[in-house]
Each structure stands twice: as C-alpha cells, then as structure tokens.
C-alpha cells in the first residue's frame, strides 16, 4: 500500500518480525477486498454463510465457548506508577506487561495472515478523531471493524507521514484463556491483545482505544470520552436536543439510542433520532457548549432480547450486511435469539453449534438457551431508520442533558435531576447496578460502576472524578443532569415501568427542565418530577405507581450511603474533596436536616 509513514512501516515490521505470519495483508477499505475476505473466512468456517435471500450480506461467527464476554480480570492498565492507574484497574508494570504477552504472541501468527487495518474512530480528517492501526490474524476481527470503524486508504492519507496513531496488535493465539491478556499502555499509546476472540476484547478500536487509552488523552487534551449514547429528540416545531446517556453494558442503551416515540407523541410530531449507542466523545465548542461525536461507525448489540415489540430500528437495522455471533442457527440459515421475534424454533444449532429444542436442559436439569445471553450483533449504523442526519457532522451535535443509568431493582428512582454539576459528578461517581451477562461474573450482584466507566477508565478513577469536576468549570453552558433507572420493580419483582417508547416522556420532562419549564419536587437525591408535569396522552399510568416510582426509603439510602463511603474510601487522599462534601450533603438530607 503507498503511504509513507515510516514509524508505522517499522511498527509493522517488527511486529510481524515477533508473531511470524505467513504474510502480511494491508486492509484498504474496498468492497473488492472485503468481498474476497469473506469468500476466504467461509471457506475455513472462521464464518458461515447465511441465508443470502432472507439476510442479504450477513454471516455467522461462533467464539470458543470460554470466550463469550469481555475478560475484565485478564484485562490490565499498564502505567509506570501503579496509582496511575489506580484501585479500580488491574495493573501491570509495562515491562512485565510487554514480556508476558510478548511470550504468547512469538509465532503465534505462524502459518496465517497478519491483517493490517487502519481505522480512524471518528469522521475520518475530523478534528475529534484518532487513528488506529490493528495487527490481527482474524479475518472476523478484519469485518467487524470494517463495519465498526472507518476503514482503509483514506486513513492511510489522514495519517500522512506523521501522523499519530494508536498501534494495536491483536493474535487469537490458541484462544487459551489462561495464555489471554487485554493490556493497555496509555503512555505509550499501544494496545495489545491475545488469545481472546471476543468483540469487546478484540475489536480494539472500540472498548480499548475509545474509552481506556481515550479516556486517557482526553484527560491530558481536555475533554471526555465516554461511555454513552447519544440521541436526538426533535420536538413537534422541529428543534432538535441532543442527550448523551451513560448505562452500564446491557441495561438498554442501544434501545433508548433508537427508541420509537409511542403513538400518541408520535402523533403530536416528537422524533428520537440515533446518533450512537455506546460511545461518546466530547469537547467544549466554540460557543460554550459540550459537543458530542460518536466515534464508531456501527453497532454491537446485544441480540437478546432485540425484537421489533421493543426496538423495531435495531431489528430494521440488521436484516443486512451484518455479523451475528453465538446466536442460535436454523436449519434454513437464518438466526434466532431467546425474546427475539418469531416463533421460538423446533430445532436449532445452540451457540455452541449442538442440537437444541425447546425445553432442552443440561446435566444439572438447567434450561438450555439457544443463543448466549451475551450473543451479539454487528451493523452498520448507517442501516439504521433512526440514524441521525448529523451522526457524522465533524463537529459533533451540542448536548442538553446527560443522564446517569443503572438497573437497580429497588432503592433507584425512576428519574432525578442532580442539583448541580459537583453533585452530578458525586451522583456519577456513587451510581451502582447489577451485574450482566456482559462481562464475566455473577449476574445480578449490585456493583458500583461510576458513569458507567469501570472497566473502561484507562487511569486513575480519583483523577477521572477531578477531570469531570475540571470540565464543569470549563464548559460555560453546562448539560443538566438527571440519574434514571427503568428497572426498579415491585414487592412482586414486576418493573414498575414500562420503559422502551414511554421512556420519551422521561426525555421530554428532562429537556423541559433545561428550559426551566417543567415542575419538580425536591428532594434529598435530587429533583424529581411532579406526576402533572409528565405528557400522559397516550398513557394510563397510576398516580400510585408513580409515587412507587419515586419513593425513597431512608434506611435503605442511609444503607446506601454506607455503601458508597467505602466505595469512595478506597481512593484515599487522591479523591477530590468536593465528593466527600457531597457524600455528606446527601446524608444530611437523607437524615431530614435540611
Ligand atoms: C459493549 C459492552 O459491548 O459494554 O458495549 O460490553
Ligand atoms: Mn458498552
């Protein structure tokens, strides 16, 4: 390929020099090339072929079956200083880092191609952007970021001779778990990852560079990178407010970037408009206010739980030249997850390619899903009915409001605006939410998860908390913020609301806030919405319901706030002071003194 970047050349070479491929590929970007790719991955079975009448363009990936979700504890911050990186990150000094791994990467690539992709996460030329190059021997990971990233020749040129990219070196390896390491060098802008062949831990332009190493820079450049959609909601006059919302992975976030107004409002001529589903970068604009970009290109969704009852765009949106991995397979090539549409199938391949039928249980007498929890799919965003005019504005779209999600199933009120930027961050910092099946663990344990970034902060998380204090003095229209759960349930365990289309009511009485035009009860968490100042054309909700909704139950916040001490206690003397003064702002409050 004719580019002349000579640190990138050296890269290559002395990368490939360690992994010792059979040859080495340039990814250009083409149809051409991709078409020829993916001829080539079928006829190995990296990928299969599905139904081409019924699913146009569209493939299917199974992982191995220990490799279904991002490794968090296999994943590393590798600074020099051990609190750069700080208590909430797995740490490794980059000299051990780089010899560990450098071990499993040694011929890891023999007798198979390196493939050199250069990315650019962002509108490609903008000045929101960052380039990457990913090594990889894994044609799924060549088309995943093909459709996740801008891919290709016109990189190569935005780099120049010069240019600054992100080196990231991916290798399968022999996918041993116990030979995997997703590390991350912020001082040296240099990702490695291997023996995994998970989205999360691969596609390294997504979790690793947009959120660890820039969530990094953007400390040092000032700005933030964040784990957040953004959406836009055009009001019946044809204004459009952007909202940026960071939720911890699967609790929705793809379903509220394309939500579809329920019919009344839809009627009165509301829209929501998807700009991103996952990622946010935000700078300060000429005028004062915070401008976002999502810095992807398509989605990685979750495939459970998709259907066209609760988000018709997402399933609109991968009927096409999209990659479905460990979901279940039919026998007439198409694919099919647990609450997806259509009738659950007779017989399947499960994710792990066995016979599956409804009602099959393991050894344990366990029901047997046909699809992984965790099963994914891969689309371009420009498929999508919903996708914003602007989504690739270079500039970015200007935010509103941003909201803090989590899934919490009592305590959390439906919604609340956070009195100020510092209690915002307090709010941010201090939010919990139960465990899915996203990352490994035990699903359902309640875990904080500041901002949603937990595993996603490339430094340290005290620093992360000053950094967003410092934005908020910078940022001279600042977005109000509102905290939202829609899981909370009753003593039945039933959701109390009903989320998905309703869910823009909750939008609207948050952007009237902005305007200084709804009504709110205040309260010691923050401000909450009066039941009449909710738009309920369209929606028979009980007054009781709502109160339910919103009911803060003081033992169990003072409980809470135990909770969230101990949390904070860990960041010691490098915690600002303005969220200890928080902390107590809310206890005091809670404890009726106010
Ligand atoms: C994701 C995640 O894939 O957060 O977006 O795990
Ligand atoms: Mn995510």
Redesign the pocket.
Known sequence: MNHHHKELDKWVKEMAAMCQPDKIVWIDGSDAQRKQLTAEAIKTGEVIELNQELLPGCLYHRTAVNDV??TEGLTYICTAREEDAGTTNNWMPPEKAYDQAREYFTGAMKGRTMYVIPFSMGPVGSAFSKIGVELTDSIYVVLNMLIMTRVGTSVLDALGANGVFTKCLHSKADLDINKRLILHFPEDNTIWSVGSGY??NVLLG??CLALRIASYQARQEGWLAE?MLILGVEHPDGQIDYIAGAF???CG?TNLAMLVPSPDLAKKGYKVWTVGD?IAWMRIGPDGRLWAINPESGF?G?APGTNSKFNPNAVATIKRNTIFTNTALLPNGTVWWEQGDGDQPVQALDWRGQPWYPGKTDEHGKKVDAAHANS?FTAPASQCPSISPHWQDPQGVPITAIFFGTRRARLAPLIYQCFDWQHAVYVGATMSSERTA??FGKIGEVRHDPMAML?FCGYNMADYFRHWLEMGKKILHRPKVFRVNWFRRDDDGNFLWPGFGENLRILLWALARCRGQANAIRTPLGWVPTYDSIDWDGLQFPRASWSDLHAIHTEEWLEEQNQNRQFLAQFGQRLPSELWYEHAAREFRLRGHE
């Open positions: 979700a991002r989205g999360g997504k979790k784990h911890p992975s699967a976030k996952d990685f979750v994914r996203a990352q595993p």
